[in-house]
């Protein structure tokens, strides 16, 4: 079974520029997480979608970040524009449901410079 | 709301020696707890989890944790580590707020 897939797996961008990030999930999972996971720190999510619907988006910074998932399979995570402190590991994560167990991907590292 | 403390953000440990790490919470609801293990440059893998039933609960590896909610702790242990074990293990629980994962601990395996 192919496992979450993440691209790209490294990014580095200068500040005030955009980026985006991929992921598709495992296939069947309706449940797709983003995280962000700071240098020495555990993840925190920023949203979760149940199919294409947010469920909840309350640590995600609506002024320069953005995801979507159209059909409810593959996901894009938008920071426009970027700061030095969104240099973090990106982690797409996707589960069967919202109390199942999450699968995660390798991760997108991003350094803002 | 609900939080997890890792009481340990680094465990030395001699291999084929057992470990414990650590892992407290808070929360107003009933959880769900998990272990997981993330290795350099890759992702978290599940190690185990309590959804209900046993508060002893086996995972892969090797692992097992022990839920104990009047303590409000599931810590993981380990009764014989290897060197491969060495990595950064998160601790997460989620009820019917978001999923809130600890700050990690990162087990050293001395030879």
């Known amino acids: 079974e192919a496992g979450v897939a993440q691209s790209p797996r490294y990014k580095i961008i200068e500040k005030r520029q955009s980026v985006a990030f991929w992921c598709n999930p495992i296939s069947g999972h309706a449940t797709l997480y983003w995280y962000q996971q700071i240098l020495g720190q555990g993840p925190k999510l920023l949203i979760q979608?149940?199919?294409?619907?947010?469920?909840?988006d309350s640590q995600l910074p609506k002024d320069r970040f953005s995801a979507e998932r159209l059909k409810g399979v593959d996901s894009t995570l938008k920071i426009q524009p970027a700061k030095l402190e969104d240099s973090a590991v990106y982690l797409c994560?996707?589960?069967?449901?919202?109390?199942?167990?999450?699968?995660f991907g390798q991760g997108t590292r991003l350094t803002v410079v | 709301a609900q939080s997890v403390t890792q009481l340990d953000s680094q465990v030395p440990v001699f291999e084929e020696a057992p470990v414990e790490l650590r892992c407290n919470y808070s929360s107003s609801v009933s959880v769900y707890l998990f272990w997981y293990v993330q290795y350099p440059n890759q992702g978290l893998q599940l190690l185990l989890k309590?959804?209900?039933?046993?508060?002893l609960v086996k995972g892969i590896n090797g692992f097992e944790a022990e839920f104990n909610k009047s303590q409000t702790s599931f810590h993981l242990r380990k009764p014989s580590v290897h060197i491969s074990d060495t990595a950064e293990y998160f601790c997460a629980v989620r009820g019917s707020y978001i999923p809130t994962f600890g700050r990690g601990t990162s087990l050293i395996v001395h030879p």
């Open positions: 994560a996707s589960s069967f449901g919202g109390e199942a167990e999450a699968f």
């Open positions: 979608f149940q199919n294409n619907g947010v469920v909840d």
């Open positions: 309590y959804l209900s039933g046993s508060t």
